[in-house]
């Protein structure tokens, strides 16, 4: 049982080793609604994400942007180019290519309280180890575009990427973000981001728990039985 009790603490500091590489933010702002509303709670992977795939919503260094500083903080924005495309807005769809495919996507809104907006035109090749990002409130968002016409184009570095958002809610309750499938549909290679590792920690820690609650409670009982024989050996009188 001292064995159970020793896996199970294993099991459960490595779920929750795996959890602390998640982090929750509350958003502040509306520039991703409606997809993320105000007042959400958002859970994002804040350890190094070897990729970022296009749909991906991230938590940036506003410092990324040309004649911006540290003090502006930080921001949920939506990776809508990587590392090597030619991305340019926009068709008379008002849809973004890229590669020359359209992107259908559903989960922006164009509703500045005035109407729609034609959006702010862009023509950009994403340098290698940058990421183009923009809100899903495409009429009310401060992102790459606004910066096309700088030096980096509004490029943002992978190193100013703070985090990966995963799902919403706490990390004892989130659900996993519904995939976007947006830029696969179009055509385009990758797939949608999908981590469910908090999930699994969870799995790990709950699991951990009750095998060192057996372990512990197992070794209880084998005390007492063993303490219950020798009381038991100690009452036979002797053999004369």
């Not at 896996?7 to 609604?33: A, K, P, Q």
């Not at 410092?63 to 903080?73: D, I, K, N």
């Not at 924005?77 to 359209?102: E, F, W, Y």
Request: charged share 20%; net charge positive; proline share 7%.
């Amino acid at each position: 049982m001292i064995l159970v009790a020793i896996v199970g603490l294993g099991t459960g500091g490595y779920g929750f080793w795996t959890l602390m590489s998640y982090r929750m933010m509350n958003v502040v702002g509306v520039t991703m609604s409606p997809a993320i509303p105000l007042g959400s709670v958002l859970v994002y992977r804040w350890a190094d994400v070897p990729e970022i795939p296009r749909g991906a919503v991230v938590l940036v260094d506003l410092s990324a942007y040309p004649g911006t500083s540290a003090e502006e903080g930080m921001a949920v924005q939506r990776v809508i180019g990587v590392g090597g495309d030619h991305v340019v807005c926009c068709t008379n769809d008002n849809l973004i290519t890229v590669d020359g495919k359209p992107v259908k996507e559903t989960y922006t809104d164009d509703d500045n309280g005035y109407g729609r907006k034609e959006y702010r035109p862009f023509d950009v090749e994403v340098p290698p180890g940058t990421v183009y990002l923009a809100g899903d409130r495409r009429n009310n968002s401060a992102d790459s575009r606004i910066y096309a016409d700088k030096p980096g184009k509004g490029a943002v570095p992978l190193s100013k990427v703070r985090g990966v958002v995963v799902g919403s809610g706490s990390l004892l309750n989130a659900v996993p973000s519904p995939q976007t499938t947006a830029f696969v549909e179009a055509g385009l290679p990758g797939d949608p981001l999908s981590d469910t590792g908090f999930r699994t920690a969870r799995i790990l820690m709950v699991t951990g728990a009750g095998l060192v609650m057996i372990g512990f409670l197992g070794a209880i009982a084998s005390v007492v039985r063993s303490a219950g024989k020798r009381r038991k050996a100690a009452a036979i009188p002797p053999v004369r």
